[in-house]
């Protein structure tokens, strides 16, 4: 009687499928490249600045009805109030930065520029 011989398991590959669309990260590393601007997020300069307006915010989330307050730097973000598109003065002006948690980051706050851009 012949042996079974073991399956090769197919799901590994499935996990960048579902994190992003196929050719995602390509797109991501594209606009890098091409966005001059994007590479000062980068910098020392920017991650001090970054550290600062959390500081001066307490960690807690700016956004109106939020107020989430977050010890795990990693879960918010430097939020520029008004877009910069590369305008180095509204890029590094503090007073244009506020601190937001991921989530009101990623959601509100991306619904909210979209739909000044119609």
């Known amino acids: 009687m012949g042996r079974l011989s073991t399956l090769k ?3 590994t590959t499935l996990g960048s499928r579902i994190a992003r669309p196929e050719g995602e990260a390509a797109r991501l590393a594209e606009r ?3 966005v001059t601007w ?3 997020y980068k910098t020392a300069r920017w ?3 970054r550290m600062q307006v959390l ?3 307490l960690f807690t989330c ?3 009805g939020c107020g989430r307050i977050e010890a ?3 879960q918010l973000v430097a939020d520029h109030k008004i877009r910069h598109q590369g305008d180095e003065r509204l890029f590094w002006d503090e007073n244009n930065l506020q601190c937001l948690c991921k989530p009101c980051h990623d959601r509100l706050k991306q619904k909210q520029e979209r739909s000044r851009l119609f």
């Open 62 to 64: 700016q956004m109106v």
């Open 38 to 40: 994007r590479k000062w």
């Open 72 to 74: 795990n730097t990693s």
């Open 55 to 57: 500081k001066r915010d």
């Open 32 to 34: 890098d490249r091409n």
């Open 9 to 11: 398991p197919r799901l």
């Open 47 to 49: 991650q001090k600045l």
